[in-house]
């Protein structure tokens, strides 16, 4: 990814936890949450972010800060916990 080109306007917002991910067809709805301030035990959604299913792979390389190319998805799995 190179962030050299991008027009950067949006906002940033904090998020706790993500509450699910939905599948929409060839796409993946993530819902980001904070705890509600308002009721107790309930979360607030705050960011729901559709994109390619396919760019989860790399979401989940990018997150754990290993390049995608020098890592099998099986030990990513196995460091991250999401082994099957």
Do not use: W
């Not at 917002?13 to 709805?29: E, Q």
């Not at 980001?32 to 979401?59: H, R």
């Not at 099998?72 to 999401?82: D, F, K, N, Q």
Request: aromatic share 4%; proline share 5%.
């Amino acid at each position: 990814m190179s962030d050299n080109l991008l027009i950067d306007q949006a906002s940033d917002v904090y998020c706790h936890g993500l509450a699910r991910i939905d599948a929409l067809g060839p796409n993946r709805r993530l819902v980001f949450t904070m705890p509600s301030v308002d009721s107790t035990g309930y979360q607030q959604v705050v960011v729901k972010l559709i994109l390619p299913a396919e760019l989860l792979a790399t979401l989940a390389y990018l997150a754990a800060g290993v390049d995608q190319n020098t890592v099998s998805p099986a030990l990513l799995a196995l460091e991250t916990g999401r082994a099957n």
